[in-house]
């Protein structure tokens, strides 16, 4: 079931047009990634979501009715750029946003109390935000995400300000919710994490959507044209090709991708003349190389 | 989960800015030190004025050729004026060395010329000569009434002060009118609201200021609508100050009504209290009367009202301004527009008490931005009729819905936009851009 429909939404501030004509939907249940560069309309795509601003042209619906107020109470909308008062204590703060989500003041404190414990951040609760580090501000801006028990989250850059350990704390709280039933929309730059965790992606640019789909079939599609290998000896060989584009080159290892008939099996034949081959590997892309891709063929076509 | 309507959130909003403001130490010690501060303000001049006339006790030579004057100057004042023989040249060594603060020389034709001399270091302030020519003055009439052959009885006669005494009809009949106590019951209610204005005016802006640098205000924005947030906040912060207010008038009404009239009944001799001073410094300028003036509940009814409705009508339009800055020292040059017609009614608070029933102090009071200082200000030093009142009271209420409606429109467009500087153009455009 789609519990989040964009459809064709557009959103103008007075000639700029910040997004232009963008539809796709949400399955329940799943991880969406939405993705883009810096500029490309992703944060006003995420308000019109969540109901801070109305789109000019086009609607957003989630679960089944057209986004409104009473649809807030059940979005967990984490910014990237983060805030909290700095001088209110954590817990006062934690049940503010929690009774703004339409909790009673009893449940938005034994919620944040449950949520600080598993967090273990319980000896916080009468710290004021001033006095906490950085990392653990951002572990109270995350627990006002999801105090609510929202059906949808929307976080974007997530694990920025985390440390590794947290991260992983973090990355195995979205799993839970997402087997619990949750709805997650991820916006990061970070590609591995998409491909960690999301399902579905919509890359976004310059306002306009260009691509969008399954994970899994938009690297089928962009077929397995990628090469890792690895071997002893020197890499002359490689200079032989030229229809070569290296992601990664050192002297005993390349990943790069092939184009213009050049085939898997020609290199391999050239490279074992020489040398002994470790590892031979064809891959799909990564998204990292198709959001670059996309990316730059976009501006390139913007631009003729 | 209940899902549960936008009157619970603005309930949230209002609840948690009120909670957090009162809490914190600096409302409570303004709260009780306020009253303290403002009873400083007012009566410390006063006390200064009152003990400063009598502080520095002078020594007078007197140097008497008419021999029969320089007696009776001695006897209105016998701790500063003294009889003396000395030359001219001696007492001028006298004062050049300090021992002596001046010597007064009346001539022998003094009553027929009126002309005396006094020789002093300089200096010395407008009250000791004024005390000075008046102690001889008194004197010398005293002394011509009877060269001219007037009776002594007649004398004292003339001698007889006056007192005109303000009466006040009433429908009941006359009171005791406090013309002047009420001009300052006027001045001190306006500048306390113009006072209350400003302060919970910046509280308003700043809080903006505070959600928006913090970017909390994205949250929150994710979670209410933008009118609710920015009127919680309004509706919070005016709930503090309403507290604030409340508490005064209590505390004035206790003072005023219950331990006023156990005071006045100690000291309702007003005659006593005169005679006094009297003795204190004979030329003392009485203040209008020791007595509390009867102040109306209306005019606390009033004083809640005007700074009630001045605070929202100004605290929209800070919130609004607050709203288009990224930080706190952007918002002055914005706040320009906003605060001067707060501050020009306080320069035209003495021109209205003093023509409190003026066609022009009637405009200017009726104007909404001016309306909270200077109506309260007639208010106090006049009877103002009715329908002047209403007028107020209507005009001010439309004042605050456009207020709040143009304030609401910028504070939407203002809370999202980061990164530049806008200018009151801009903020007349986002009045008009459309949701």
């Known amino acids: 079931m789609d519990i989040l429909k964009v459809n064709s939404i557009v959103k103008r501030f007075g000639d700029f047009e910040a997004v232009s004509n963008v539809t796709f ?35 957003v619906s989630l679960f089944g009715e057209k986004v409104g107020s009473l649809q807030q109470n059940r979005i967990g909308y984490l910014p990237e750029e983060r805030g909290l008062y700095k001088k209110i204590k954590v817990i006062d703060q934690l049940i503010y946003f929690g009774q703004l989500k339409g ?34 501000q951002q572990k109270v801006q995350f627990i006002t995400t999801i105090l609510h028990n929202p059906d949808l989250l929307i976080l974007d850059e997530p ?146 | ?61 007197i140097v008497d050729y008419t021999e029969k004057l320089g007696k009776e100057i001695v006897n209105s ?33 003094f009553l027929k010329r009126g002309e005396a001399d006094v020789y002093t270091m300089g200096g010395g302030g407008i009250g000791f000569l004024n005390t000075l020519e008046s102690n001889v003055r008194e004197v010398a009439r005293k002394e ?33 009118d406090y013309a002047e106590a009420y001009a300052v019951v006027g001045y001190v209610f306006g500048f306390i609201i113009y006072t209350l204005m400003l302060l919970y005016g910046s509280f308003v802006s700043r809080g903006v200021i505070e959600e928006k640098a913090n970017r909390i205000i994205e949250v929150i924005a994710s979670s209410a609508r933008p009118f609710e947030i920015m009127m919680g906040k309004v ?7 309403l507290t604030q207010v409340l508490f005064w008038v209590i505390l004035s009404g206790v003072l005023l009504y219950l331990i006023a009239p156990m005071l006045g009944g100690m000291a309702s001799d007003p005659e006593m209290l005169k005679t006094q001073m009297m003795n ?78 003026s066609t022009i102090s009637v405009i200017l009071s009726l104007f909404p931005l001016f309306t909270p200082i200077l109506m309260m200000v007639r208010v106090a030093a006049t009877p103002v009729p009715l329908w002047q009142i209403i007028a107020s009271i209507v005009l001010m209420l439309g004042s605050f819905y456009g207020c709040v409606w143009m304030a609401a429109r910028i504070y939407r467009v203002g809370i999202l936009m980061y990164g530049k500087k806008p200018n009151l153009k801009d903020l007349f455009k986002w009045v008009r851009q459309s949701g």
């Open chain 1, 25 to 59: 939907s949400v399955e329940q249940g799943t991880v969406f990634g939405l993705l883009g560069p810096n500029g490309a309309g992703k944060t006003t795509t995420i308000r019109m979501m969540t109901n801070i601003l109305k789109p000019d042209e086009g609607e």
């Open chain 1, 103 to 136: 909790m009673s003041r009893s449940d938005a404190q034994s919620e944040a109390r449950k949520w600080l414990k598993k967090l273990d951040a319980e000896t916080w609760e009468t710290k004021k935000i001033q006095e906490l580090s950085k990392g653990m």
């Open chain 1, 159 to 304: 694990f920025s300000g985390f440390d590794p350990i947290n991260t992983e704390i973090i990355k195995k709280i979205i799993s839970d919710l997402k087997s619990e039933g949750k709805t997650i929309i991820l916006s990061t730059h970070i590609m591995e994490q998409v491909e960690q965790l999301c399902d579905h992606i919509c890359l976004i640019d310059k306002g306009k959507m260009i691509l969008s789909g399954m994970v899994r079939e938009i690297k089928k599609n962009y077929g397995r044209d990628t090469i890792l290998m690895e071997w002893d000896g020197d890499d002359l060989f490689l200079n032989e090709f030229s229809n070569i584009k290296y992601i990664n080159r050192s002297n005993n290892r390349a990943e790069f991708r092939i184009t213009d008939g050049l085939t898997p099996m020609l290199i391999l034949q050239k490279a074992s003349q020489k040398n002994n081959i470790y590892k031979f590997e064809l891959a799909e892309p990564s998204l990292n190389e198709i959001f670059i891709d996309v990316v730059t063929k976009q501006g390139v076509d913007n631009e003729s």
């Open chain 2, 1 to 61: 989960m209940n899902p549960k309507g936008s009157t619970s959130k603005i309930k949230t909003i209002i609840v948690h800015e009120y909670l957090t403001k009162v809490k914190t130490k600096g409302f409570i010690i303004a709260t009780i030190l306020g009253p303290l501060l403002l009873l400083a303000v007012i009566f410390i001049p006063i006390l200064v004025t009152m003990l400063g006339a009598d502080s520095t006790e002078r020594k007078i030579a």
């Open chain 2, 77 to 109: 004042d016998t701790s500063k004026y003294f009889l003396t023989n000395y030359s001219p040249e001696t007492l001028r060594k006298e004062v050049l060395s300090g021992k002596l603060d001046g010597y007064l020389v009346i001539p022998k034709d």
């Open chain 2, 144 to 176: 011509r009434l009877r060269e001219a052959g007037v009776d002594l009885s007649v004398i004292n006669l003339v001698e007889e002060g006056v007192d005109i005494n303000t009466q006040k009809i009433t429908k009941e009949g006359t009171e005791k």
């Open chain 2, 235 to 241: 509706i919070g912060i005016g709930c503090v100050g």
């Open chain 2, 280 to 357: 204190q410094n004979q030329n003392m300028v009485m203040p209008t009367s020791f007595e509390i003036p009867n102040i109306s509940p209306w005019i606390f009814v009033a004083f809640i009202f005007y700074f009630l409705s001045g605070y929202f009508l100004y605290a929209t339009l800070f919130a609004a301004v607050g709203s288009a800055v990224d930080q706190e020292s952007d918002a002055q040059q914005l706040q320009m527009p906003i605060m001067l017609p707060i501050i020009i009614p306080i320069l035209l608070v003495g021109y209205v008490i003093s023509n409190p029933e």
